[in-house]
């Protein structure tokens, strides 16, 4: 098994454009997440997924749009990037949202940097 | 918001025992998680705890007191690869766990 998987590892943007996140676990989870890392500001909660078709505002949602159309896969949508937005972005799954089925299994980060 | 306090940073020894502290808010409480992140990696999981009293785990311990929204973590018999950030994380009854900014931990030989 692969666990959570992200695509790309790196990326480099300019200003204002446009870019998609992809996210892919292979644990049949039903939730899955979209954090964002900066320093000290620890994670972050940018959109969560209980199950196929659905999604949900995290902490953070401004500036993106999530999709979870297949069930393995959660994808994250800048639309219009901006500098502010320069993080590592994690993915992560989990079986559901309660008690020890909450523990989230991460995907190894995709490090972005808005010019 | 639901809150969780753990300390920036801290250093030990090679060898030495270490306890990190984390605080939540009760309200709601449903899990306290422990995560390991190494500079650069992702979080792996390292312990989950929902009731009262100290779960072992080789070196690494963590300990609950519910009615004191408290938690901590130890780790004994330190190695430099215990060199990282510590991440205490709280559920609540919501489908999201509430993290702290993490502890960095640095052991010296």
């Known amino acids: 098994n692969a666990g959570v998987t992200q695509t790309p590892k790196f990326r480099v943007l300019k200003t204002g454009q446009s870019m998609t996140l992809l996210c892919a676990q292979d644990?049949?989870?039903?939730?899955m997440y979209w954090y964002r890392q900066d320093p000290g500001m620890g994670l972050r909660l940018i959109h969560y997924?209980?199950?196929?078709?659905?999604?949900a505002k995290g902490e953070v949602p401004d500036g993106y749009n999530v999709s979870r159309l297949k069930k393995q896969n959660f994808l994250l949508g800048l639309e219009s990037a901006a500098p502010s937005q320069t993080s590592v972005y994690f993915c992560?799954?989990?079986?559901?949202?309660?008690?020890?089925?909450?523990?989230?299994?991460f995907g190894p980060g995709t490090r972005l940097t808005v010019l | 918001g639901q809150n969780i306090d753990q300390p920036t940073e801290m250093t030990a020894t090679e060898g030495a025992i270490v306890q990190i502290n984390c605080t939540y808010q009760?309200?709601?409480?449903?899990?306290l998680f422990w995560y390991q992140q190494h500079a650069g990696e992702a979080p792996t999981f390292l312990s989950y705890?929902?009731?009262?009293g100290l779960e072992e785990k080789g070196r690494f311990s963590s300990f609950l007191s519910r009615s004191k929204g408290y938690s901590y973590l130890l780790l004994k018999e330190l190695q430099m690869k215990d060199s990282a950030s510590y991440l205490c994380?709280?559920?609540?009854?919501?489908?999201?766990?509430?993290f702290g900014t993490g502890t960095r931990l640095q052991v010296f030989p």
């Open positions: 994380a709280s559920a609540h009854n919501t489908d999201k766990l509430i």
């Open positions: 009760t309200s709601g409480f449903n899990g």
């Open positions: 705890n929902v009731l009262d």
């Open positions: 992560a799954s989990s079986v559901s949202g309660s008690g020890s089925y909450n523990e989230q299994f």
């Open positions: 997924s209980v199950g196929e078709g659905t999604t």
């Open positions: 644990m049949n989870h039903e939730y």
